[in-house]
Nanobody
Framework: QVQLVESGGGLVQPGGSLRLSCAAS????????MGWYRQAPGKQRELVAR???????NYAWFVSGRFTISRDNAKNTVYLQMNSLKTEDTAVYYC??????????WGQGTQVTVSS
């Protein structure tokens, strides 16, 4: 059974930083491209960043230069370092394979709230 467990969210002031983690079990992520996604209230889930099995990275324009995705295959974990956070970054953040498979691997996500 595949499980993706996100953690590291919280409440942070604008300009602050958070580091999200996604621990995988039931799957060896080293063979897969992985992504971080987010869903804000009333909006569709969107891709934030992705990292290939070879560790090449791509970012959505709205986080480019502020967020960094990385992976530790030995720990079977993917990370998202978020700096210079803005109020519009407030959302539930999820990790999943990229592209998301037809099988539902979505976890509970981790809430990120950026507010003064």
């Amino acid at each position: 059974q595949v499980q993706l467990v996100e953690s590291g969210g919280g409440l942070v002031q604008p300009g602050g930083s958070l580091r999200l983690s996604c621990a995988a079990s039931g799957i060896i992520i080293s063979s897969y491209d992985m992504g971080w996604y987010r869903q804000a209230p009333g909006k569709q889930r969107e891709l934030v960043a992705r990292i290939t099995s070879g560790s090449s990275t791509n970012y959505a324009w709205f986080v480019s230069g502020r967020f960094t995705i990385s992976r530790d295959n030995a720990k079977n974990t993917v990370y998202l370092q978020m700096n210079s956070l803005k109020t519009e970054d407030t959302a539930v953040y999820y990790c999943n394979l990229y592209p998301p498979p037809s099988i539902d691997y979505w976890g509970q996500g981790t809430q990120v709230t950026v507010s003064s």
